[in-house]
């Protein structure tokens, strides 16, 4: 095994032979996943889930929000940083993290890539949201184009330039 990255053999549709690189959470988030699928087969199948396994089921679905939550909030505290927001927006923006995270689960392939590099955009999206409907009362594109700007005032401060 080597030091972050897990190797593992191509699936089908790669080319076989070769070998394909995992990072330790897209391995975690496979094996929950997969878990956590088997679970909802068998619930969509009509069959009844026991209570162990609906706990297991609950304890699965907050164990997968929780191996990207904490980006999520890195990304906003990053966003939030040049705004002045409520008390309350953290929790808000967690809300909005679990609907996308809950809604775009199903879609996500941890095979295909990281969880933080597929779930960013959607992040951003509701940080976006929030910040459009809250904070600045701008429009979606207004809003998007005021984080490209605070984005570039923060690099040209780094750099020293006025």
Partial sequence: MKNKKDETQASNNHEPGKTRRFTKAQIAF???KKKYCALKAKRASGELLSY???LEEDKLKTDLFASVLKFGMTEAKKTFMHYQVDSD??????QDFAEKFYEKLDS????KSTPTTFY???FREAI???LAKNTLRLSQYDA???RKIAEAIQ????QGIQ
């Fill in 30 to 32: 496979y094996t929950r």
């Fill in 52 to 54: 162990e396994e609906e």
């Fill in 89 to 94: 927006a953290y929790l808000e923006i967690q």
């Fill in 108 to 111: 996500y392939d941890p095979l």
């Fill in 120 to 122: 960013v955009r959607y």
């Fill in 128 to 130: 976006s949201n929030y």
């Fill in 144 to 146: 998007r184009n005021s």
């Fill in 155 to 158: 690099r040209f401060d780094k």
